[in-house]
């Protein structure tokens, strides 16, 4: 069966670039997570999106932004990245935002 | 590739009672992690237990403990004394120990709380 599948699986930036991370949700799901997992952390919410609007809004730094398009695929735009940035973001999809949700593998994102 | 699976997408338990969420996972390696993540209405992910692979002795936190069935590859949550703030999604989730980085998520159950 399909999965959500997070692009790219690694990452690697320097300090003050951009980075773009994608979601592709299961299909059919219109429920999009983002979640960021530092080091040795638990998973952080940071946004998602219901039928391509902004659901819910979590610890979500202003330098990132994201949105769901009209496929469903959702991007995480994060910019002006910091050291601290450096974490596992994770994507989840859901049908609607009462249901289970299926992750993603999770994008690793390292910052230098 | 690792899956954990929670085959409880809803649950309800009577306050003050007990209620156990199962979860099962398949891996092939020897050194992992297990966790219970619980998901309050914010969506925020809070960690209620967590187990090593390597120890028998099954992981209790107050009114949480888990049966952890190495063999079976069975990790279920038992949450006693149930309280209206125990109301959540709940995820099963495993790491591991190998990589360490890669996280695999069941895809949650729904605990309600009945007053």
């Known amino acids: 069966a399909a999965g959500v599948i997070q692009s790219p699986r690694h990452l690697i930036k320097e300090k003050r670039e951009t980075a773009t991370l994608k979601c592709y949700p299961i299909p059919r799901h219109d429920t999009v997570y983002w979640y960021q997992q530092g080091p040795g952390q638990d998973p952080q919410f940071l946004i998602s999106f219901y039928e391509k609007m902004q659901s819910d809004k979590g610890s979500i730094p202003d330098r990132f932004s994201a949105q769901q398009f009209s496929d469903y695929h959702s991007e995480l735009n994060m910019s002006s990245l910091e050291l601290g940035d450096s974490a596992l973001y994770f994507c989840?999809?859901?049908?609607?935002?009462?249901?289970?949700?299926?992750f993603g593998s999770g994008t690793r994102l390292t910052v230098v | 590739a690792q899956t954990v699976t929670q085959s409880q997408p809803e649950m309800s338990v009577q306050e003050a009672e007990t209620v156990t969420l199962s979860c099962t996972y398949d891996t092939s390696e020897s050194d992992y992690y297990l966790f219970w993540y619980k998901q309050p209405p914010s969506r925020q992910m809070i960690l209620v237990i967590r187990q090593e692979a390597y120890k028998q002795q099954n992981a209790t936190e107050n009114r949480f403990s888990v049966n952890f069935q190495k063999a079976a590859k069975s990790f279920s949550l038992k949450i006693s004394d149930s309280q209206l703030g125990d109301a959540a999604m709940y995820f099963c989730a495993y790491r591991s120990g190998v990589t360490g980085n890669q996280f695999y998520f069941g895809t949650g159950t729904s605990l309600t709380v009945i007053p």
């Open positions: 989840a999809s859901s049908l609607g935002q009462s249901r289970g949700y299926t």
